[in-house]
């Protein structure tokens, strides 16, 4: 495993978060609060305050930091509406190369946020500059209302549109150099969708790769991780024991198979045609053990992972100001670097 940022330090101690700017600090004490006041105990969410701390970025068909991005609707009924938000980059020596396209789901618990979403629009336009790709960043139905496996299901039906609608997409884009990426809650959606796309066969589209930034996995029992970094910020057990209890199908427990991947409920994956894997993983992320047992587990089928691994990385460090998170540009980095070796 890769280790990126210098020592960790203790969750417990005074100096933890770990030279954190104190707009982040105050960022991260806000979203705290509004996840936990948006939440009620009967598995419902208050809409109206998550979107009020949810700013939206609209699309920019005018480029904006070198990017510029459109709104595509899949499906619209009364059950769905499925779009997606497509970046693209503008430079013009980019655009006469054969692009890699990152199809993209974003984090937020199941239950919040969306690619428009202030954060991840900033996100995916970071990785379509720097990588340089195409981005298509996936909307999928969120629980409580939508619960498993309706943001799988909806992931593959986005890759089925785009094989079947190449047009959609601009004439750089190489649906030949696919990858599928998500970051926590986007992670394990990511992981599902490839899953399913190992057994459906895709006319042009072909899927070299699969990113998962601090993925979001659980599991029955406490891996020792969740039970040292109960003080860390974004995640602890209380909240990831409401998403998971609002995501799963009713009865469920965490060894369901959508939730511990690699436990005793796993799917096998031993015969499928996986693609090379990327983990990042956060040394003050509660889910870190978790994501190294999948790291362990995807080896353990014959697949081919990486981890890289950032020591004073808390959980969703990316989805804050940048230039505030060096390990942010780290990670675009790796990113880049993996997609330019899965040729």
């Known amino acids: 495993m890769n280790s990126r940022g210098g020592k960790a330090m203790d969750p417990n101690s005074p100096q933890w978060p770990p030279d954190l700017p104190l707009i982040v600090r105050f960022l991260i004490v806000v979203r705290g609060i509004v996840s936990d006041l948006s939440r009620r105990s009967d598995g419902t969410v208050n809409r109206c305050l998550l979107d009020l701390f949810d700013p939206k970025t609209p699309a920019s068909a005018e480029p904006k930091d070198g990017v510029s991005s459109t709104d595509t609707t899949i499906e619209e009924s009364r059950h769905r509406k499925q779009w997606f938000r497509l970046f693209t980059p503008s430079s013009s020596d980019e655009a006469a190369l054969r692009l890699p396209l990152i199809v993209y789901f974003h984090g937020g618990g199941f239950f919040n946020s969306a690619p428009n979403s202030f954060a991840f629009d900033a996100l995916c336009r970071k990785f379509s500059k720097k ?31 785009l094989d079947d609608n190449a047009a959609v997409l601009p004439p750089a884009a190489d649906l030949g150099r696919c990858f599928v990426a998500g970051d926590s809650a986007g992670g394990n959606i990511a992981h599902h969708v490839v899953v399913k796309s190992c057994k459906y066969k895709f006319s042009r589209l072909k899927i070299k790769g699969l990113v998962g930034i601090q993925p979001f996995y659980g599991g029955v029992d406490r891996t020792e991780s969740e039970k040292a970094l109960y003080k860390a910020p974004i995640l602890n057990l209380e909240r990831t024991d409401w998403m998971w209890n609002a995501f799963l199908p009713v009865g469920s427990d965490q060894d369901h198979e959508a939730s511990n991947v690699s436990g005793p409920n796993r799917i096998d994956i031993s015969g499928f045609d996986f693609p090379e894997t990327l983990v990042a993983v956060g040394g003050f992320d509660p889910l870190k053990d978790r994501q190294r047992s999948y790291c362990a587990w995807l080896k353990s089928c014959g697949k081919q992972v990486k981890s890289v691994f950032y020591p004073n990385a808390f959980h969703e460090f990316y989805g804050f100001p940048g230039s505030q998170i060096p390990d942010t540009g780290l990670l675009i980095s790796e990113v880049r670097d993996f997609i330019e070796k899965c040729k």
């Open 131 to 161: 990588v340089p790709a195409v981005v298509v960043s996936v909307s999928y139905r969120r629980t409580p209302d939508h619960r498993c496996p309706s943001p799988y299901e909806d992931g593959l039906d986005t890759l089925k549109f």
